[in-house]
């Protein structure tokens, strides 16, 4: 009697079950988390009002702690505490807000930098992304300064040496990119900036410092007309 192989290097049905379910648990918790962090900054919001301005001070001061904290993290919402100090105190609001913004995105490639490449691969064999962990295991184990090279010559999708080449233009238009946060915000796109060590700190902070500056510009231009 004879038996067929159903393996074919095919995924099992199992496995792509397991996965579904693992980032069905992750979107949920990412959600849930938004939620919590949208109800506490309608909270705080309220008590920057004029009314509350025996306690101004603090609020600003809880505020910009916040923001620099779910700015720095991927997949929360900071933005909305930016623009709530931008209203609420002008000029002041906006360098405010631009200073932690930059502050936020270059502490989120700080942690990306100091964390290992093999927690990522951990993430991705849990959620049996097999062949993905396999090519970051692969990479690695590549010295940082080889790094552009080994994957401008591995990948196989024509646009990618072009993006990798114009790494540092990406970076800049990532961060502007609206909707970025499907892909986890300027803290998720930051902290996989860092990790990818293609990026050195003095660059990456002159273009940080100049990929956040248009939307201050626009609302202190749109004030003034």
Same mark, same amino acid.
Do not use: D
């Given at each position: 009697m004879q038996t067929s192989d159903h393996s074919g290097?095919?995924?099992?049905? +199992?496995?792509?079950? $397991? +996965?579904?379910?693992k980032l069905a648990v992750i979107v949920l918790v990412i959600i849930l988390a938004n939620i919590a962090v949208s109800d506490l900054v309608d909270r705080l919001g309220i008590q920057i009002w004029p009314e509350y301005m025996e306690i101004l001070d603090r609020a600003? %001061? /809880? $505020?910009?702690?916040?923001?620099? &904290? *779910?700015?720095? &993290?991927?997949?929360?919402? #900071?933005?909305? @505490? =930016?623009?709530? &100090?931008?209203?609420?105190?002008?000029? !002041? #609001? /906006?360098a405010i807000v631009y200073i932690c913004t930059v502050l936020a995105l270059m502490i989120s490639f700080s942690v990306g930098r100091l964390i290992p490449l093999h927690h990522l691969v951990s993430l991705l064999e849990w959620l049996h992304f097999k062949r993905a962990a396999s090519l970051l295991t692969s990479f690695s184990e590549v010295p940082p300064e080889n790094r552009l090279g080994y994957l401008t010559d591995r990948v196989s999708? !024509? /646009? /990618?040496?072009? @993006? *990798? !080449?114009?790494?540092? *233009? +990406?970076? $800049? &238009? %990532?961060?502007? *990119?609206? =909707?970025? $946060? %499907? @892909? #986890?915000?300027?803290? #998720?796109?930051?902290?996989m900036a860092g990790m990818s060590r293609l990026y050195s700190y003095p660059v990456c902070f002159l273009i940080v410092a100049a990929a956040v500056l248009p939307v201050p510009m626009f609302f202190i231009l749109s004030k003034s007309l």
């Open positions: 290097g095919s995924r099992p049905p +199992t496995s792509w079950v $397991a +996965t579904v379910i600003i %001061l /809880v $505020a910009m702690v916040l923001y620099i &904290l *779910l700015m720095s &993290l991927p997949f929360l919402p #900071g933005v909305e @505490i =930016g623009f709530m &100090l931008m209203v609420m105190l002008g000029p !002041k #609001g /906006v999708v !024509k /646009v /990618v040496p072009s @993006i *990798l !080449k114009h790494r540092y *233009l +990406t970076l $800049a &238009l %990532l961060l502007n *990119l609206p =909707g970025n $946060a %499907l @892909i #986890g915000g300027g803290g #998720g796109i930051g902290m």
